[in-house]
Each structure stands twice: as structure tokens, then as C-alpha cells.
Nanobody
Framework: QVQLVESGGGSVQPGSSLRLSCAVS????????VDWFRQAPGKEREGVSCTGRREAGTYFADPVKGRFTVSRDNAKNVVYLQMNDLKPEDTALYYC?????????????????????WGQGTQVTVSS
């Protein structure tokens, strides 16, 4: 059974950094695509990062481009979302989502339906 657990969220001031973790269990993560989404209060969930098979590198949504990066530690089965220069508009519940290679996105951004497994989310609040 594949499970994803996010951690690392918190309340920070604008300009701060946070690193979110997504721990994957039940499968060797190295073969899976793991991407990040977020949902702000009163808004629909949106993609933050995306790894498409036809993409050169990781795709990032415009609001976070240049501030967020993603890294993976396949030995630990963990994916990280490094968030720098956080802004109040980054306040949201952050989710990681995973999908096996056969269902991996071809291009980005990818719809939520591409992802088979989801975590419960970790809250990030940015305010002064």
C-alpha cells in the first residue's frame, strides 16, 4: 500500500524559507513521479511542481518559479520542496502526489487526475 506523508509546514514571516518533506512508503520511490500541489483558503488546488516525461527539468508554476525547488533522496524515499522568499500568497495546504511510471505526466502542468496517490497535506502560513 502506497502512502505519502508530508511534513515541515509551519507559520513563518514573509521572506523566510521552509523545506517540506514527502515521505513515500510502500513502494520504491525511484520509479515514481512525485509532484507538489497546494490549496489556499477558498481556492482550488493548484499544481506547484511537475515532472513530465517530455519536460526538460522540473516545471514550476509561475507564482513560485525562481523561489521553489524540488529534490529527491531515493535512498530515503523522500521528496523535498524547498521554498525560499516566502510570501503571504504562498499560504496554503501543501500536498505531495505520486504516480507510477505508466501514468506519469507527459507534459506539464498536469491535471490532478494524473496522480494516483496523495498525502494529507501540511499547512504553510506566511504572515507578518
Amino acid at each position: 500500500q502506497v502512502q505519502l506523508v508530508e511534513s515541515g509546514g509551519g507559520s513563518v514571516q514573509p521572506g523566510s524559507s521552509l523545506r517540506l518533506s514527502c515521505a513515500v512508503s510502500g513502494v520504491f520511490m525511484g520509479y515514481f513521479t512525485v509532484d507538489w500541489f497546494r490549496q489556499a483558503p477558498g481556492k482550488e488546488r493548484e499544481g506547484v511542481s511537475c515532472t513530465g516525461r517530455r519536460e526538460a527539468g522540473t516545471y514550476f508554476a509561475d507564482p513560485v518559479k525562481g523561489r521553489f525547488t524540488v529534490s529527491r533522496d531515493n535512498a530515503k524515499n523522500v521528496v523535498y520542496l524547498q521554498m525560499n522568499d516566502l510570501k503571504p500568497e504562498d499560504t496554503a495546504l501543501y500536498y505531495c502526489a505520486a504516480t507510477p511510471p505508466t501514468a506519469s505526466p507527459t507534459t506539464c502542468p498536469a491535471p490532478e487526475s494524473n496522480y494516483r496517490y496523495w498525502g494529507q497535506g501540511t499547512q504553510v502560513t506566511v504572515s507578518s
